[in-house]
Nanobody, 112 residues
Framework: QVRLVESGGGLVQAGGSMRLSCAASGTIFSNNPMGWYRQAPGKQRELVAT???????NYADSVKGRFTISRDNAKNTVYLQMNSLKPEDTAVYYCMRQGNYWGRGTQVTVSS
C-alpha cells in the first residue's frame, strides 16, 4: 500500500524559508514522478511543482525562482524548499505520487 507522509509545515514570516518533506513507503519510489500541490482556503487544489524519476522539474509560474523541488531516492523522500515566502503561499501542501496517491497534507502559514 502506497503511503505518503508530509512534514515540515508551520508558521513563518513573509520573506522567510521553509522546507517540506514527503516520505514515501509501499512503492518503488525511484520509478515514479512526484509532485507537490497546495490548496488555500476557498480555492481549488493547484500544482506547485513536479519532478520526474530522472530529476526533471516543473514549476507553477507563481513559485518559479522561489521554490525548489528535489528528491532523494535512497531515502524515498521528496522535498520542497520554499524561499522568499509570501502570505499568498499560505495553504495546505500535499505530496502526490503518479497514480493519484496523496498524502494528508501539511499546513503552511505565511504571516505578513
Amino acid at each position: 500500500q502506497v503511503r505518503l507522509v508530509e512534514s515540515g509545515g508551520g508558521l513563518v514570516q513573509a520573506g522567510g524559508s521553509m522546507r517540506l518533506s514527503c516520505a514515501a513507503s509501499g512503492t518503488i519510489f525511484s520509478n515514479n514522478p512526484m509532485g507537490w500541490y497546495r490548496q488555500a482556503p476557498g480555492k481549488q487544489r493547484e500544482l506547485v511543482a513536479t519532478i520526474t524519476s530522472g530529476g526533471s522539474t516543473n514549476y507553477a509560474d507563481s513559485v518559479k525562482g522561489r521554490f525548489t523541488i528535489s528528491r532523494d531516492n535512497a531515502k524515498n523522500t521528496v522535498y520542497l524548499q520554499m524561499n522568499s515566502l509570501k502570505p499568498e503561499d499560505t495553504a495546505v501542501y500535499y505530496c502526490m505520487r503518479q497514480g493519484n496517491y496523496w498524502g494528508r497534507g501539511t499546513q503552511v502559514t505565511v504571516s505578513s
